[in-house]
Nanobody, 124 residues
Framework: QLQLVESGGGLVQPGGSLRLSCAVT????????ISWFRRAPGKEREGVSC????????YYYDSAKGRLTISRNIGRNTVDLQLNNLKPEDTAVYYC?????????????????WGQGTQVSVSS
């Protein structure tokens, strides 16, 4: 059974860093594209970053570009998202999503499986 479990969220001061992890069970990351999305308070869920199952290409979709690094660990079957120089506007629930598509998409409707999310709060 496919399951996605996010971890690593928390409260951090502006300028701080967090490393989010998406633990994936039931599938091989070689054949699934994994994306990170986030939903800020009062806003629509938006794509943040993606790593494709086909060729492990990486994409960064939003204003956090330049402050994020997405990576995957095939041995542990996890996809991590390193967030640096965090800003208050990064406050959101962060979700990972999976789909058996070979390439990335920033649209949440293109993903079949979702985790429950992890809260990231940036505040002094």
């Amino acid at each position: 059974q496919l399951q996605l479990v996010e971890s690593g969220g928390g409260l951090v001061q502006p300028g701080g860093s967090l490393r989010l992890s998406c633990a994936v069970t039931g599938i091989s990351l070689d054949y699934y594209t994994i994306s990170w999305f986030r939903r800020a308070p009062g806003k629509e869920r938006e794509g943040v970053s993606c790593i494709s199952g086909g060729d492990s290409s990486t994409y960064y979709y939003d204003s956090a570009k330049g402050r994020l690094t997405i990576s995957r660990n095939i041995g542990r079957n996890t996809v991590d998202l390193q967030l640096n120089n965090l800003k208050p506007e990064d406050t959101a629930v962060y979700y990972c999503a999976a789909d058996p598509r070979p390439s990335c998409s920033e649209f949440e409707g293109d993903y079949m499986y979702w985790g429950q999310g992890t809260q990231v709060s940036v505040s002094s």
